[in-house]
């Protein structure tokens, strides 16, 4: 299993970037696909997930209304558009893949994988 992220780079405040992360290597049928981050010094932290099940999104309260969480299920790739990038921002983008369980079905995964990361710089 792979999962390859791409898309990330160095803009500028309020400008836009798109991160695509394909998954291959089996099916994920039923799985959730998540991108969290993870700045210099700091803990890991969630940003936004997409239930293949139902469509159903969530994001993190630092990016709501800003960011936008996408699939396409047959190419089995996730999206994260990022609009209105605050230097906050800055940080290694992991893509993640699966089991999504509980009430908190955004963040907990079992049978999980996960991307190489993306540097998305945001200068101010």
């Known amino acids: 299993v792979q999962l390859q992220a791409s898309g990330g780079g160095l803009v500028q405040a309020g400008d836009s970037l798109r991160l695509s992360c394909a998954a291959s290597?089996?099916?994920?049928?039923?799985?959730?696909m998540a991108w969290f981050r993870q700045a210099p010094g700091k803990e890991r932290e969630f940003v936004a997930a997409v239930r293949r099940t139902d469509g159903s999104i969530y994001y993190a309260d630092s990016v709501k209304g800003r960011f936008t969480i996408s699939r396409d299920n047959a190419k089995n790739t996730v999206y994260l558009q990022m609009s209105s990038l605050k230097p906050e921002d800055t940080a290694v983008y992991y893509c993640?893949?699966?089991?999504?369980?509980?009430?908190?079905?955004?963040?907990?995964?079992?049978?999980?994988?996960w991307g190489q990361g993306t540097q998305v710089t945001v200068s101010s």
């Open positions: 993640a893949v699966g089991l999504g369980y509980g009430s908190n079905w955004w963040n907990t995964f079992v049978d999980d994988y």
């Open positions: 290597g089996r099916t994920f049928s039923g799985y959730v």
